[in-house]
């Protein structure tokens, strides 16, 4: 009998912590508490810390992410310019839940939802900015006031007659393109431009050149004409000192004169090892080298 009271008292002891339990719920600094009862808001817990509520199934609790939250864009779809270019942009948006109860009411029950209705209303007011822009425009210092009427838009819609509950802090865009064909035509007309550019700055190189090196070769003739024109002119002079030379000394001498001229044809007749000659030795050709004649080269002594 004992046993059993005491098996009772701790039965009781855990249905008791376990109907406490179910009644006491924490709410962190980051997150807002929803409490349910029967399918209805009851409250909103906007504080952290420690609550309590009815246990289930008369009342149950929910958590939403207070927080800011980033929203990435992940859709490739091209949107048209207002000169029909096929652009294609990355961007983002900031935002947070500020009411729950309207974020619940006319969102949905955790920030997923929210997610995915926003991105379709934010890329709903790019299309629409971007239809009135040109491509310069988009990428210009105009970009501001896009990205200003893109967040005036969404706002609007996010606060109109069914507010959100929700606060679009910023909206940016990431990159802006043209879309694959289009990026790829651009590449190739820039690769053909360039190939244009590096074709005309070699031709005009070869010319230069070309030019240079006809400039070199007309100094060159013009250097060496101007050399052999002075080396000739030496010569001339030269020639003509040793004439006058010559001419001086054979006109005080004249049987050296002779000896002179006698000595000249023997080198130019004799001018190679090889050669043979047939002479009569007593010829006036060999009168020098007889000392005969009245030369002024003394004959040999015997």
Known sequence: MQTNKIGFYISSAFVALALLSSTLFVVD???FGV?????QIKSVITEPGLNIKLPPPFQNVSYIDK?????????????LTAEKQRVVIDWYARWRITDPSQYIRNVGLDENAGAVQLARVVRNAFQEEINKRTVKEL???KREE?????KREVLAAVKGAKPWGVDVIDVRITRADYVDAITESVYRRMEAERKRVANELRSTGAAEGEKIR?????????????????AQKIKGEGDAEAARLYADSFGRDANFAQFYRSLEAYK?????????MVV???SDFFKALRGSGGGSAPAPKK
């Open 146 to 150: 896009l990205l200003s009427d893109v």
């Open 139 to 141: 990428l210009s210092l």
């Open 280 to 282: 009569d030795p007593s």
């Open 214 to 230: 006809a400039d070199a070769d007309r100094q060159r003739e013009v250097t060496v004409a101007n050399a052999y024109r002075e």
């Open 29 to 31: 600094q980051r997150q």
């Open 268 to 276: 130019t007749t004799f001018s190679k090892k090889s050669d043979v």
């Open 35 to 39: 409490v349910y009862s029967f399918g």
């Open 67 to 79: 927080r800011l939250l980033t929203l990435d864009n992940a859709d490739t779809e091209p949107m």
